[in-house]
């Protein structure tokens, strides 16, 4: 990747240009929580959307994220010595970061700076359906939401109408790329109104396809006009910070070549117009609200399960017994529990049995969800332990984690269900319970080093309700349309003003990469890190405890995650 940069017209100078001023308004903060030595709240501002657009609450009019600072800190982030500004991955909210936000605080103030993390959440987090959870964490019944949500019990007189379909979803048309990044624009303008300011403090990062998101941010001209650069995105970061992704909007450098950027833009521009349009009509699905294994109702249950753990981690489980039967939950279930493919084609009608069939503690069922040595999609895989309190066998579905060794193949099949060795339990009969990351000696199929996230940690996090949840309820698809538009060579319609080119590799670059995810065998062959760039490996890290680790791990030492980017963040002028 080449970083370009358009030329400015003869006689003007950047320093002449008027400072970029924000509309958003009625900044509001409210301390959600003190925890272990760090403040966190929640900041929002007053940003309408356009007029004339489709029926949305009243929260879509307003953008926030969660500030992470240290307690005894500066109280204005302009005084802070750095402030980590992180677009979140695919689907995740705020809380998705939860831990590496307080870890990084924490790193650094022990290498003697005072640091904020800022963990965005995107405008379609208005959407969240958080009503059972709040009310659930206030009676402290689990059950209370999991009804409400799949069973129509009423709260307060009000019963849950149905996960919203993409029909119902128009408003999430507004909200792809240019709004998102805006609206980051929109809050680091506030925050730090004096733009050389912003330019030394601000650490511009991401996670997982927030790096990608953060790519677009730093390539943007955010005032559309091409004789200025203060308002350009990467005039407003002093860094990038890359985790288990790139940061990029040309990762295969087609604007470096004209023939290829006017090739590429006179098909993908038009082609792009056209799937919008079509988007707009209702016609493809504005959110993947029904499809099963990444739909709505799947990561609901996820962060029910969340919610249990958090509230009765030892209870036997009533979660799965209070789920309805039906096609979508049924075949989600399947997939993530079965341990064959003839397990999966016949829902455990194998001998095997389904995940219904055996009997869990809340904890362990978060565990059998999520673990990288339980679950069947690496996507949501952490290292929070291992099952106990029974017996188990090996997983080969739907592919063994042995095959991940294979040279070269192995690599590409760890994007399916992750490189560990996986089990399932065989006894039906008996009540399985779970041993935290941080108590696994002697378990046969892990070990300590890849065991690195606290299951306590996630399931508080997974059992948050308002303001933000862990995973959004309606991820607009837009955003995906988008990144292919933009990655195609896109750079008219709604892409025009997609105007530099990798400005993110003319500036101090960290890239962390989980060594037991994914991400970096393809990234790394596909798109190389520029020469100067900080890469760091995560050694026993899925690509969700990269943002998910535990504060103290196995070893004793701090978590490899927000530890390097303390020190990289600590490096800086």
Not at 98 to 122: C, H, K, M, P, Y
Not at 392 to 403: I, T
Request: proline fraction near 6%; include cysteine.
């Amino acid at each position: 990747m080449t970083a370009t940069v358009a030329a400015l017209p003869v006689g003007t100078a950047a320093a002449e240009e008027p400072a970029p001023v924000g509309i958003a308004t009625d900044r509001q903060e409210r301390v959600l929580e003190t925890r272990d030595g760090i403040v966190v709240s929640n900041v929002t501002y007053s940003l309408p959307l356009p007029a004339g657009a489709p029926p949305h609450p009243a929260a879509c009019d307003r953008v926030g994220y969660l500030r992470y600072r240290p307690v005894g800190g500066p109280e204005k982030s302009s005084d802070a010595d750095k402030v980590i500004v992180q677009q979140p991955g695919a689907i995740g909210g705020a809380v998705n970061s939860d831990s590496v936000a307080a870890n990084t605080v924490v790193s650094a103030r022990a290498l003697g700076q005072n640091i904020e993390f800022w963990a965005l959440a995107r405008r379609s987090s208005c959407l969240d359906e958080n009503a059972g959870f709040d009310y659930a964490l206030r009676t402290g019944n689990y059950l209370d939401a999991v009804d409400y949500y799949f069973n129509h019990k009423p709260i307060d007189g009000q019963v849950f109408g149905g996960f919203k379909e993409s029909q119902d979803l128009a408003v999430l048309d507004l909200m792809g790329m240019e709004r998102i990044i805006r609206d980051q624009y929109e809050i680091m303008l506030n925050e730090i109104p004096d733009q050389v300011v912003r330019q030394q403090k601000y650490v511009c990062a991401g996670i997982s396809l927030g790096g990608l998101v953060t790519g677009f941010f730093t390539d943007w001209d955010f005032d559309g006009n091409p004789a200025t650069t203060r308002d350009a995105g990467y005039r407003q970061c002093s860094a990038f910070a890359a985790q288990d992704t790139m940061i990029s909007s040309d990762p295969v450098a087609i604007q470096n070549t004209p023939f290829l950027q006017d090739l590429t833009n006179a098909i993908v521009g038009p082609t792009n117009d056209v799937v919008k349009a079509v988007e707009n009509t209702g016609v493809l699905p504005r959110s993947l609200v029904s499809v099963p294994i990444v739909g709505a109702r799947t990561f609901m249950i996820y962060r029910l399960a969340g919610l249990a753990a958090h509230l009765e981690p030892d209870a036997e489980s009533q979660l799965l017994s209070h789920l309805p039967h039906d096609l979508d939950i049924d075949a989600t279930l399947d997939y993530m529990f079965s341990g064959s493919l003839t397990g999966f084609a016949t829902n455990g009608g194998d001998g095997s049995g389904n995940i219904r069939d055996y009997r869990f503690t809340n904890t362990a069922l978060l565990g059998e969800f999520i673990d990288n040595n339980s679950g069947n999609f690496a996507l949501f895989q952490q290292g929070v332990g291992a099952l106990a309190g029974g017996p188990v066998s090996d997983k080969s579905f739907p592919v063994p984690g042995s095959v991940t060794q294979v040279p070269l193949l192995g690599g590409f099949l760890r994007t399916v269900a992750g490189s560990q060795r996986r089990v399932r339990p065989t006894d039906p009969t008996v009540l399985y319970t779970w041993r935290n990351y941080d108590d696994v000696q002697g378990v046969p199929y892990t070990a300590p080093n890849h065991e690195v996230s606290d299951i306590r940690d996630a399931a508080r996090q997974l059992g948050t309700g308002g303001p933000y949840a862990y995973w959004e309820t309606y991820f607009p698809t837009r955003l995906f349309i988008d990144i292919g538009a933009g990655y195609g060579g896109a750079r008219s319609g709604d892409m025009t003003n997609l105007r530099y080119h990798n400005m993110a590799d003319t500036k101090p670059l960290y890239i962390a990469y989980a060594g037991d995810g994914f991400v970096q065998l393809g990234a790394t062959l596909a798109v190389p890190a520029p020469s100067t760039a900080q890469v760091v490996t995560l050694p026993g890290y899925s690509h969700v405890d990269t943002i998910g680790a535990a504060r103290v791990q196995n070893n004793g030492k701090p978590d490899a995650s927000a530890q390097s980017l303390a020190e990289f963040v600590k490096s800086l002028p």
